[in-house]
């Protein structure tokens, strides 16, 4: 199996991982899950609030499963080019992380919404390693030929 088939398996198993905690307990710390913000456990005292926030994390999670399934379709079918491509695509849309979700979730660590203190950072730095190994993943991919 060639390098970026088995980064995009990794990368889809987190995913589904995360997916799992958001419909299973999104309350966690773990994953991602919505544990690390208090404002979570606070709308637990609003349910029309806490009604919105269930529906928006359900919504986020129901969308990275059609992502997970996109992907499972292109490792399985996808052509070296629809590897590479979705690969790229990949690190473009997760860098969109730093133009709004860094910014508010910097802002909710500093005014200490988030637990534990520094999680903005831990995030930031977790989401720069993933477009990391991608585009490391697509140079060996296509310097070993495996594209092609």
Request: hydrophobic share 55%.
């Amino acid at each position: 199996m060639d390098v970026l088939s088995v980064v995009l398996i990794a990368f889809g198993t987190l995913e589904l991982l995360n997916v799992l905690t958001l419909y299973l307990a999104p309350g966690s710390r773990r994953a991602n899950a919505l544990g690390v913000f208090r404002a979570f456990e606070q709308s637990k005292a609003d349910p029309e609030v806490h009604a919105l926030v269930r529906y928006l994390v359900d919504w986020v999670a129901g969308t990275k499963l059609i992502f997970i399934v996109l992907l499972i379709g292109i490792i399985i079918t996808g052509s070296p080019a629809t590897k590479v491509f979705s690969a790229i695509a990949l690190m473009f849309s997760i860098l969109t992380f730093y133009s709004r979700l860094y910014p508010a979730i910097t802002e909710m660590d500093r005014a200490g919404q988030i637990v534990p203190r520094g999680y903005s950072r831990t995030l930031a730095l977790t989401i720069a390693g993933f477009v990391i190994v991608f585009a490391v993943a697509v140079v060996v991919y296509l310097v070993t030929g495996a594209a092609g």
